[in-house]
């Protein structure tokens, strides 16, 4: 079993920052990659970062030149530095691990931290 633990949503004013972070634990062979997404009420989840463990960084459009993605491979952890929120940041984030062993990927999803951008 692998645990995702996250932390640092909460309510935020537009132009200000927020920075979350997710600690992977347990029975974690290799990771291949760790990353964000946000889901909105009755939306789909989509992408916001993901960075592999070799530093490739996917960053969704919207977010580019204000959020910043960064992994620390020796403790499994991932940081989303979010600056400059705007309203339409608002959501659900969730952390996302994709586990890489000998049989294949397996993909592990966090509980989910909210984050409100409003004054």
């Known amino acids: 079993q692998v645990q995702l633990v996250e932390s640092g949503g909460g309510l935020v004013q537009p132009g200000g920052s927020l920075r979350l972070s997710c600690a992977a634990s347990?029975?974690?062979?290799?990771?291949?990659?760790m990353g964000w997404y946000r889901q909105e009420p009755g939306k789909q989840r989509e992408l916001v970062a993901t960075?592999?463990?070799?530093?490739?960084?996917n960053l969704a459009e919207a977010v580019k030149g204000r959020f910043t993605i960064s992994r620390d491979n020796a403790k499994n952890t991932v940081h989303l530095r979010m600056n400059n929120v705007m309203p339409e940041d608002t959501g659900v984030y969730y952390c996302?691990?994709?586990?890489?062993?000998?049989?294949?990927?397996?993909?592990?999803w966090g509980q989910g931290t909210l984050v409100t951008v409003s004054s």
């Open positions: 996302n691990v994709l586990l890489d062993y000998p049989g294949g990927f397996r993909e592990v």
């Open positions: 347990g029975s974690i062979y290799s990771i291949y990659s």
């Open positions: 960075k592999t463990v070799g530093g490739s960084t």
